[in-house]
């Protein structure tokens, strides 16, 4: 079985969060880790962006790097807060060119919730945003375990 290794960077106004609907789509594969189905996932970083304007997507995935991660997930915070972090593009260029680390947008799927809100405010109208926001738009009935 294929072993990859995670780092997950969260935005900093949930510095706070445990993680819980992270690791429960890591375990379900659930969310932008469902691309994982089938493989053996560790969880090898976990931070914040530092806060805006995020001076820790400088430092952090070097370090992930050299715990063997190979795949760096802007956690699904970083697309539904609001607003949503302006500077993810920035983020998802700069982490694979600096450290050849892939980028994914999202970790849990989005919960209902946001996703109402989001999808009434038009927040992720743009085509960035709409490419940024599949891997975790998932269905109702998954959107809703995440509330």
């Known amino acids: 079985m294929q072993k990859v290794k995670i780092g997950i960077i969260i935005c900093d106004r949930y ?7 992270c690791l429960c789509s890591i375990q379900n ?17 976990y931070t914040t962006c530092g806060g805006c304007p995020g001076g820790n997507i400088e ?21 539904v807060g609001y607003p949503p972090c302006p500077r993810l593009k920035q983020f998802s260029e700069f982490i694979p060119e600096k450290f050849g680390l892939e980028v994914i947008f999202g970790t849990h799927p989005i919960p209902q919730k946001y996703f109402t809100t989001h999808t009434n405010l038009n927040t992720w109208n743009s085509s960035f945003f709409k490419e940024a926001i599949k891997a975790t738009l998932a269905n109702e009935e ?6």
């Open 59 to 79: 430092y952090a995935p070097e370090e992930m790097k050299k715990n063997g991660v190979t795949h760096v997930h802007l956690a699904t915070g970083l697309l």
């Open 15 to 21: 510095h706070t969060c445990a993680g819980g609907k």
């Open 142 to 147: 998954i959107r809703l375990k995440y509330d």
């Open 29 to 45: 594969r659930e969310g932008a880790f469902a691309r994982y189905k089938g493989m053996d996932v560790e969880l090898a970083g």
